[in-house]
């Protein structure tokens, strides 16, 4: 990393922090993964897209335009990291006296610039001390408050039974630590104030900084950064009086490194305060406590451990994938920072951050994270303990859903063979990861492999859970599934049939599962050859669909459309050519006038008014499907290009060759430039072109 790649990650953070947004906010207005933006945010030169973006996004309007113009200056320099300075030549005799009085301001306004870069970086660890201290001083004054409801206890106790030294021992106990509680409080509110003015004169010198940075470049160029960072002070515990309260004790040792800890900060920003105001901080007055936010979530005021996972699994309760990762995340990186990164706790809840922030729609920031708990549950807990596993299966999952199946599958070949070692080939996870790897292996276009590792899954799973279970019928289904992918329709028709046997009885005729399994029935039986039989199976279908889920639910109209496509290959062009006229009006208004799915359907029903008779029909539909898909796809997309096809062929079969000969000249071109000469559709339109240059030669 280059010394202006840093100074750009610094930049962009800082925009971050002054807009109060989250990574996995910013993740999906930039479109970029929560794991790349910090990766580009540590210091790697980021692209140029993602540099204006995040400017967009994270800047007020008033001042967007500046912020941009420096963000690309940042991004140049740090492309182009500067080479040494050449020698100036010799300024002429008479202008010796002005370059003097600029070397002179240069080196006034850098010592200015040192200066102010060595106060913001003592306010921001300051600031960052101030932070660490809120929240240790918060599970302070709550252990405070049980401490104080113990002894309470105790007191009451020893009140019933008269005993009086124990009582006023008792008594003693409890005023210490209802006089700790205020202390820790009062710290509770100086750490906060400081965090406060810290943050407040560190954005103050930083529009300073930037004004002398300026300043500094138009006077001599660019200049190192030399930020200053203090050390971190932490006093040594004083030991425990075994002999007094041991406890009330260590807490007086606490309450005064927190003290110091306050006392040191409060020293470093008056003296700060005093140099860029001329007055010191004002001393905070004491004050309810409202928790300011904390940095790892802008939005959210501070809240405890044991409220933070409340909140996180209210949020997970209802489904809220978005809110319960962002509060997952929170709770682990403050459980991280206060019970340290390998307590039991922290790996939970950096598993619930992983898994919700898969729910929120962030696959692949979900398998990097549980990439990384893999490792740590295995350092932690042994390669072959139960959560290091889990973690494992996890990672395959989201690494498929990220869009890598083949990655996925080898994750989860090794997961099998390490499940079955641990867990035994009967067990339930075992028969997972088996489920898992079969279905990955046809992702990753291997059906025929995953047909027979379904097969083999298929009778262990009747073994072991019985052949009613939802497992068993659900490995059933992709075996068929695969089946069908692999070449072998009429097989996949046959298991299909028997598989809805079964899941009618099972779950019934109207559950999504029998309704699916019979829409793939008759799509395996049409295209097994008997296109007549799965129009007749889809009219069926669609009616029991229709009743269970409504009209406009996808799968009674995406089994609408099959009914269509089958009709007309059973003979009957002119009733398809009818029914995609109604399913066009019904995809465009559940999904949209331009959805793929609409413009398929009318692609579908200018075809078939074609071959039901009326070319000229045909040809007027496809120019208007011609626009539309330029449009929503592009002039090079294959369903552009074969809807071109389509309409110079209706062009010609309605009586104007040479219209059908001027399109496809245009079209011959187009494919050519895009498939290549010698593609099988380029080909196809070379040879309609000389049809119809003949027939208008003819003519």
Same mark, same amino acid.
């Given at each position: 990393?280059?010394?202006?790649?840093?100074?750009?990650?610094?930049?962009?953070?800082?925009?971050?922090?002054?807009?109060?947004?989250?990574?996995?906010?910013l !993740?999906?207005?930039?479109?970029?993964?929560?794991?790349?933006?910090?990766?580009?945010?540590?210091?790697?030169?980021?692209?140029?897209?993602?540099?204006?973006?995040?400017?967009?996004?994270?800047?007020?309007?008033?001042?967007?335009?500046?912020?941009?113009?420096? $963000?690309?200056?940042?991004?140049?320099?740090?492309?182009?990291?500067?080479?040494?300075?050449?020698?100036?030549?010799?300024?002429?005799?008479?202008?010796t006296?002005?370059?003097?009085? &600029?070397?002179?301001?240069?080196?006034?306004?850098?010592?200015?610039?040192?200066?102010?870069?060595?106060?913001?970086?003592?306010?921001?660890?300051?600031?960052?001390?101030?932070?660490?201290? &809120?929240?240790? /001083?918060?599970?302070?004054?709550?252990?405070?408050? @049980?401490?104080?409801?113990?002894?309470?206890?105790?007191?009451?106790?020893?009140?019933?039974?008269?005993a009086?030294?124990?009582?006023?021992?008792?008594r003693?106990?409890?005023?210490?630590?209802?006089?700790?509680?205020?202390?820790?409080?009062?710290?509770? &509110?100086?750490?906060?104030?400081?965090?406060?003015?810290?943050?407040?004169?560190?954005?103050?010198?930083?529009?300073?900084?930037?004004?002398?940075?300026?300043?500094?470049?138009?006077? +001599?160029?660019?200049?190192?950064?030399?930020?200053?960072?203090?050390?971190?002070?932490?006093?040594?515990?004083?030991?425990?009086?075994?002999?007094? @309260?041991?406890?009330?004790?260590?807490?007086?040792?606490a309450?005064?490194?927190?003290?110091?800890?306050n006392?040191?900060?409060?020293?470093?920003?008056?003296?700060?305060?005093?140099?860029?105001?001329? %007055?010191?901080?004002?001393?905070?007055?004491?004050?309810?406590?409202?928790p300011?936010?904390?940095?790892?979530?802008?939005?959210?005021?501070?809240?405890?451990?044991?409220?933070?996972?409340?909140?996180?699994?209210?949020?997970?309760?209802?489904? @809220?994938?978005?809110?319960?990762?962002?509060?997952?995340?929170?709770?682990?990186? /403050?459980? !991280?920072?206060?019970?340290?990164?390998?307590?039991?706790?922290?790996?939970?809840?950096?598993?619930?951050?992983?898994?919700?922030?898969?729910?929120?729609?962030d696959p692949? #920031?979900?398998?990097?994270?549980?990439?990384?708990?893999?490792?740590?549950?295995?350092?932690?807990?042994?390669?072959?303990?139960?959560?290091?596993?889990?973690?494992r299966?996890?990672?395959?999952?989201?690494?498929?859903?990220?869009?890598?199946?083949? #990655?996925a599958?080898?994750?989860?070949?090794?997961?099998?063979?390490?499940?079955?070692?641990?867990?035994?080939?009967?067990?339930?996870?075992?028969?997972?990861?088996?489920?898992?790897?079969?279905? %990955?292996?046809?992702?990753?276009?291997?059906?025929? #492999?995953?047909?027979?590792?379904?097969?083999?899954?298929?009778?262990?799973?009747?073994?072991?859970?019985?052949?009613d279970?939802?497992?068993?019928?659900?490995?059933?289904?992709?075996?068929?599934?695969?089946t069908?992918?692999?070449? @072998?329709?009429?097989?996949?028709?046959?298991?299909?049939?028997a598989?809805?046997?079964?899941?009618t +009885?099972?779950?019934?005729?109207?559950?999504?599962?029998?309704?699916?399994?019979?829409?793939?029935?008759?799509?395996?039986?049409?295209?097994?050859?008997?296109?007549? #039989?799965?129009r007749? /199976?889809?009219?069926?279908?669609?009616?029991?669909l229709?009743?269970?889920f409504?009209?406009?639910?996808?799968?009674?109209?995406?089994?609408?459309?099959?009914?269509?496509?089958?009709?007309?290959?059973?003979?009957?062009?002119?009733?398809? =050519?009818d029914?995609?006229?109604?399913?066009?009006?019904? *995809?465009?208004?559940? *999904?949209g006038?331009?959805?793929?799915?609409?413009?398929?359907s009318?692609?579908?029903?200018?075809?078939?008014?074609e071959?039901?008779?009326?070319?000229?029909?045909?040809?007027?539909?496809?120019?208007?499907? &011609?626009?539309?898909?330029?449009?929503?796809?592009?002039?090079?997309?294959?369903?552009?290009?074969?809807s071109?096809?389509?309409?110079?062929?209706?062009?010609g079969?309605?009586?104007?060759?040479?219209?059908?000969?001027?399109?496809?000249?245009?079209?011959?071109?187009?494919?050519? =430039?895009?498939?290549?000469?010698?593609?099988?559709?380029?080909?196809?339109?070379?040879?309609? *072109?000389?049809?119809?240059?003949?027939? $208008?030669?003819?003519?």
């Amino acid at each position: 990393m280059n010394t202006h790649a840093g100074l750009l990650a610094e930049f962009l953070r800082l925009r971050i922090d002054e807009s109060g947004k989250t990574l996995a906010v910013l !993740s999906k207005q930039v479109g970029y993964s929560t794991s790349q933006l910090s990766t580009h945010l540590s210091g790697r030169i980021p692209p140029h897209d993602l540099v204006i973006g995040l400017i967009a996004v994270t800047v007020p309007p008033a001042l967007r335009e500046r912020r941009e113009a420096e $963000a690309v200056r940042l991004l140049w320099d740090a492309e182009h990291p500067p080479r040494a300075a050449a020698r100036p030549l010799l300024p002429a005799q008479g202008t010796t006296v002005s370059v003097a009085q &600029v070397q002179a301001e240069q080196l006034q306004v850098y010592e200015r610039l040192t200066r102010a870069l060595e106060q913001e970086g003592q306010l921001r660890q300051a600031a960052e001390n101030s932070a660490r201290l &809120v929240w240790v /001083l918060l599970g302070m004054v709550n252990t405070l408050e @049980d401490r104080v409801r113990q002894l309470a206890g105790e007191r009451d106790r020893l009140t019933a039974d008269a005993a009086g030294g124990a009582l006023e021992a008792a008594r003693r106990r409890i005023g210490r630590a209802e006089e700790q509680k205020a202390t820790a409080e009062s710290e509770l &509110v100086r750490a906060r104030e400081k965090q406060h003015q810290a943050e407040e004169l560190a954005d103050r010198l930083r529009q300073e900084i930037e004004v002398l940075t300026d300043a500094l470049d138009r006077l +001599r160029g660019e200049g190192a950064s030399p930020h200053d960072h203090l050390p971190n002070l932490a006093a040594a515990s004083p030991a425990p009086d075994e002999e007094r @309260d041991a406890a009330a004790d260590d807490i007086d040792a606490a309450l005064a490194r927190a003290t110091a800890v306050n006392d040191q900060d409060a020293d470093t920003i008056d003296r700060i305060s005093t140099e860029i105001t001329g %007055c010191p901080a004002p001393t905070p007055q004491a004050q309810q406590l409202v928790p300011d936010n904390p940095l790892t979530s802008p939005d959210t005021a501070n809240k405890s451990a044991a409220q933070l996972q409340e909140d996180a699994e209210a949020a997970a309760g209802r489904g @809220d994938g978005p809110e319960a990762a962002r509060l997952y995340g929170v709770l682990a990186a /403050l459980s !991280s920072a206060y019970l340290g990164p390998d307590h039991e706790d922290v790996l939970a809840s950096r598993s619930h951050h992983a898994y919700w922030v898969s729910k929120a729609g962030d696959p692949a #920031g979900a398998r990097d994270l549980h990439a990384a708990l893999v490792t740590d549950f295995a350092r932690v807990l042994g390669a072959d303990h139960e959560y290091t596993l889990i973690s494992r299966h996890h990672h395959a999952d989201c690494t498929e859903k990220a869009g890598d199946p083949a #990655g996925a599958r080898d994750l989860h070949t090794t997961l099998v063979t390490d499940r079955t070692r641990v867990l035994g080939p009967d067990h339930a996870d075992t028969l997972t990861s088996r489920h898992h790897h079969a279905y %990955c292996t046809g992702k990753a276009g291997d059906p025929a #492999g995953a047909r027979d590792l379904y097969a083999a899954l298929i009778t262990d799973r009747t073994r072991v859970l019985g052949p009613d279970h939802a497992n068993t019928l659900s490995s059933r289904h992709h075996h068929a599934y695969c089946t069908e992918k692999a070449g @072998d329709p009429a097989g996949a028709r046959d298991l299909y049939a028997a598989l809805i046997t079964d899941r009618t +009885r099972v779950l019934g005729p109207d559950h999504a599962n029998t309704l699916t399994s019979r829409h793939n029935h008759a799509y395996c039986t049409g295209e097994g050859g008997d296109p007549a #039989g799965a129009r007749d /199976l889809y009219a069926d279908v669609i009616s029991d669909l229709t009743r269970a889920f409504g009209a406009d639910h996808r799968y009674a109209l995406t089994s609408r459309h099959q009914y269509a496509d089958y009709t007309e290959k059973a003979g009957d062009p002119a009733g398809a =050519r009818d029914l995609y006229a109604d399913i066009v009006t019904d *995809f465009a208004r559940a *999904f949209g006038a331009d959805h793929a799915d609409t413009l398929t359907s009318r692609h579908n029903h200018a075809y078939c008014t074609e071959k039901a008779g009326d070319p000229a029909g045909a040809r007027d539909l496809y120019a208007d499907i &011609v626009t539309d898909l330029v449009r929503v796809l592009g002039a090079d997309h294959a369903d552009t290009l074969s809807s071109r096809h389509h309409h110079a062929y209706c062009t010609g079969k309605a009586g104007d060759p040479a219209g059908a000969r001027d399109l496809y000249a245009a079209l011959v071109t187009d494919r050519t =430039r895009v498939l290549g000469p010698d593609h099988a559709d380029t080909l196809s339109s070379r040879k309609e *072109f000389d049809h119809w240059k003949m027939k $208008a030669a003819g003519a």
